[in-house]
């Protein structure tokens, strides 16, 4: 929602005192969920040295052998998500 500058008129849309618009910073909580670069670093290389889950490996083969159905279907039992 755009705000519109105000008319210094008593009624109306934009009606009110004629005031400059701040630009304010965005609130911490809208933040939230976002992976920092220090924490995308720690874990890239936590997966680095510790590898993939066995079921992760299992569905990289099964991607490689072209059974991506049969892949989605293991990951959605694994993970319990599935994006349409």
Do not use: C, W
């Not at 670093?41 to 049969?70: H, T, W």
């Not at 892949?71 to 959605?76: G, H, I, S, T, W």
């Amino acid at each position: 929602m755009a705000v519109t500058q105000r008319t210094g008129i008593r009624s109306g849309q934009n009606h009110g005192h004629i005031t400059t618009v701040r630009a304010l910073k965005t609130p911490m909580s809208y933040k939230k969920g976002v992976a920092g670069k220090r924490v995308t670093f720690v874990r890239s290389i936590i997966r680095e040295v510790a590898g993939f889950a066995p079921y992760e490996r299992r569905i990289m083969e099964l991607i490689k052998n072209s059974k991506d159905k049969r892949a989605r279907k293991l990951a959605k039992r694994r993970v319990r998500i599935q994006v349409r």
